[in-house]
């Protein structure tokens, strides 16, 4: 497999064009193929599968199989448990923003191009035209009991592998209608400045990673699945029963 390239990368052809996330590599024959995504200018979501000797990197991927990430659930009911038996739920952002005392602006990105006075409300902020859902965990065990406002009456999980965690989820979702499942690492702040006008694919990936400053403190991480716009549920909660397989990649913590 390319040496160059992995899930999750931010790529774009050496001829120009979209930036895009590399969804998966393959080898078909003598030659590697990697499939990308982008959004066009009316949403939709297209593909284009390239050598990697076509394309450039943008960002790499930050998550790597070593990253230590938290998470302190309730020590009620046996959820520890549940979660290593593999049965995970995640949440929407919608289901986020109406919780009392949560961010009234989760899922919601904005910005400031440089050189000018006004704020920009970022793409996709309707929740019914790119559902995503997400489980959130954090990089240190202060950070992973700060989600439920700093309590100690949790038991604390740590994932053993997050490349794994992922790649798994994905398994368990083949022919559903997701568009990308990832890792994606949350930035601090809501007046952040970019350079230029953002693309729509930019766009999303700003709503999805920036909460404001004052949750710093949880140095989170979200495993994160957008579906494809006809996707549709009544639910703000996706709970999956997926089983030893993604239970075995959960172990108990200790608090430190």
């Known amino acids: 497999m390319s040496n160059s390239f992995v899930e999750g990368d931010i790529v774009e052809s050496k001829d120009g064009g979209p930036k895009m996330h590399v969804l998966d590599i393959k080898r078909v024959g003598s030659k590697e193929l990697i499939s990308c995504c982008w959004f066009d200018e009316s949403l939709s979501r297209q593909i284009h599968i390239a050598s990697p000797e076509t394309l450039v990197l943008v960002r790499k991927s930050a998550i790597t199989p070593t990253q230590k990430l938290f998470r ?44 000018t006075s006004g704020m920009n409300r970022d793409a996709f902020d309707e929740y019914h035209e790119q559902p995503a859902f997400f489980m959130s965990f954090s990089e240190s065990v202060k950070g992973a009991r700060s989600f439920d406002r700093g309590s100690d009456s949790h038991t604390l999980l740590e994932v053993q592998n997050p490349i794994k965690l992922r790649d798994e989820v994905i398994k368990k979702l083949l022919n559903k209608d997701f568009v990308m499942i990832n890792w994606v690492k949350m930035e601090y702040g809501k007046t952040i400045e970019v350079d230029h006008e ?44 997926w089983g030893q397989d993604i239970g075995n990649l959960f172990k108990l913590a200790k608090s430190k």
């Open 198 to 241: 953002l693309t729509p694919i930019e766009a999303s990936e700003r709503k999805y990673r920036q909460k404001p400053e004052e949750y710093r403190i949880e140095r989170e991480w979200r495993l994160q699945i957008l579906f494809r716009q006809s996707f549709r549920t009544i639910n703000d909660t996706l709970k999956f029963r």
């Open 72 to 115: 302190a659930v309730t020590k009620q009911d046996d959820v520890a448990k549940s979660y290593l038996q593999g049965n995970l739920w995640f949440r929407s952002h919608k289901w986020f923003r109406e919780l009392e005392g949560e961010d009234n602006l989760e899922g919601v990105g904005t910005h400031r191009v440089r050189g």
